[in-house]
């Protein structure tokens, strides 16, 4: 009697474990009638509603779209994990993202006023609201952006108040280019050389010696205006774009891109800044304003990985221009510099000639900390081009002249603007004459 009590209670032990053998099938059939609230069966015509009855900015934005396609002729179980899937698709490794002009070929008659609504979105995305006109084109342009330096605002009122010809007026001269971040060796090389001549009776009175000043300013720029050259056999022509935290490297990279893409280059960009969030997103976002592709791999993906990815791509598609971005990084950090080694060292396993210009943004309202980051990244990446942002409003501006005296590397463009006409090929009279006007008394018209 024992063994049989034993034995019942060892049967009783395992009846709770038949549930579990029950299929989701078998308990569908159960319970055939469940509450609308508790039910796991879902309406696919109520939880996501027509494609065509939304604006295409609302679909592309929304992930359940694709699985309402799911929802129709496959079980509830199967929509959640669907859905789950989609935002599964951006983390394949090298994908590449075409412009959104391409898919809205497809887009029907009735959205034909959505374009203009996602191009101001995009814009609103990309330019400040407060961002003014896009600046004149000549040296009015210029003139415009840079009336409020540092150097201009000196000199302005320098050179108003009709100064005597004498050893205090090179002084404030002197004071005012150190002011401006000139430097200490390029502002000595000038006052001296003004000094010299003052000496020997070559200037008749203030006004020759601002024409002067003028002139070896604009001498010292002259051998850095070197306008960069798209080299039509590089196939694609591989510009690497380098620079510290927040000097602008992925807002360069979409004006850049609008540049070449307006000259009739074929061009497609690379989101190696995998670091900052939603650096990828940004450049994706430039690329579908401009209709250019983007290869793009996750967030923390290796840039190098990237930069090899964009580059085999370009080739096989016959790209004129590859554009690769970098994350920002502190020209301190030797681990974060080397890295920049490293995609120089890949991009040469598929071009020897590669990348064919590493093009570093400056900003110029750095100062002379400028010039230590230069030294830094030329010895990493060999720097062969510049590009110095944040020109307008109240920056200095003087940081181009120590650049230029010490580096000698060529100065490509100018940002003095947040829109893209703004970037414009660095034209050293221009410069100058924005900041030292020939009528310095009128310098504001």
């Known amino acids: 009697m024992f063994s049989f009590f034993r034995r019942k209670k060892n049967d009783d032990a395992q009846q709770p474990a038949k549930p579990s053998t029950l299929s989701a099938e078998e308990l569908a059939a159960a319970f055939p009638k469940a509450p609308a609230d508790a039910s796991p ?28 396609v799911v929802a129709e002729t496959q079980p509830a179980s199967v929509i ?39 191009t101001a979105a ?31 605002r000196s000199f302005g009122g320098l050179f108003s108040r009709n100064p005597k010809l ?12 150190i002011t401006a971040d000139v430097g200490v060796p390029a502002t000595t090389a000038l006052v001296e050389d003004l000094r010299k001549r003052m000496k020997s009776r070559e200037f008749a009175d203030a006004n020759a010696l601002l024409a002067a000043l003028r002139a070896d300013l604009i001498a010292l720029l002259q051998p850095v205006a070197k306008p960069l050259v798209i080299d039509a056999n590089a196939k694609p022509f591989v510009i690497l774009t380098v620079g510290v935290n927040g000097v602008g490297k992925t807002t360069t990279i979409g004006k850049l891109a609008k540049r070449f893409k307006d000259q009739g280059h074929s061009l497609m960009l690379a989101a190696g800044d995998t670091f900052r969030a939603a650096a990828v997103a940004q450049l994706q976002i430039w690329g579908e304003r401009n209709g250019v592709a983007v290869v793009a791999q996750g967030q923390n993906a290796d840039a190098a990985s990237v930069a090899f990815d964009a580059l085999q791509a370009g080739k096989a598609r016959g790209t004129s221009v590859l554009i ?22 890949v991009l040469g396993k598929i071009d020897d000639t590669a990348p064919h210009e590493v093009l570093m943004v400056i900003d110029g309202t750095t100062g002379q900390n400028a010039l230590s980051q230069l030294r830094q990244f030329h010895a990493a990446a060999g720097v062969t081009g510049l590009v110095v942002t944040k020109l307008d409003g109240t920056a200095k501006g003087g940081v181009v002249f120590a650049l230029a005296r010490e580096f000698g590397i060529p100065i490509r463009f100018a940002g003095i603007g947040e829109r893209p006409e703004d970037l414009r090929v660095f034209d050293p009279e221009a410069f100058v004459d924005a900041l030292l006007p020939e009528a310095l008394g009128s310098s504001g018209n």
Do not use: C, Y
């Not at 990309?126 to 201009?152: D, Q, V, Y």
């Not at 004498?166 to 280019?177: C, F, G, K, S, V």
């Open 166 to 177: 004498d050893d205090d007026l090179l002084d404030e001269i002197e004071t005012a280019l």
């Open 324 to 345: 690769a971005d970098t994350a920002g990084r502190l020209h301190t950090q030797t681990g974060l510099m080397n890295e920049l080694s490293k995609i120089r060292r």
């Open 80 to 118: 959640s994990a669907a859905t789950a899937a989609v935002p599964a698709a951006p983390q394949t490794p090298a994908a590449v993202i075409e412009p959104m002009p391409a898919a809205q070929e497809e887009a029907p008659p009735v959205a034909v006023a959505v374009p203009a609504v996602e």
């Open 41 to 68: 069966h879902i309406d696919a015509s109520e939880a996501f509603p027509a494609p065509a009855a939304e604006s295409p900015a609302t679909a592309v934005s929304e992930t359940p779209a694709p699985a309402s």
């Open 122 to 152: 995009t814009d609103d995305a990309l330019i400040p609201a407060s961002a003014a006109p896009a600046a004149a084109s000549g040296k009015l342009g210029w003139r415009e952006r840079l009336r409020n330096s540092t150097l201009a």
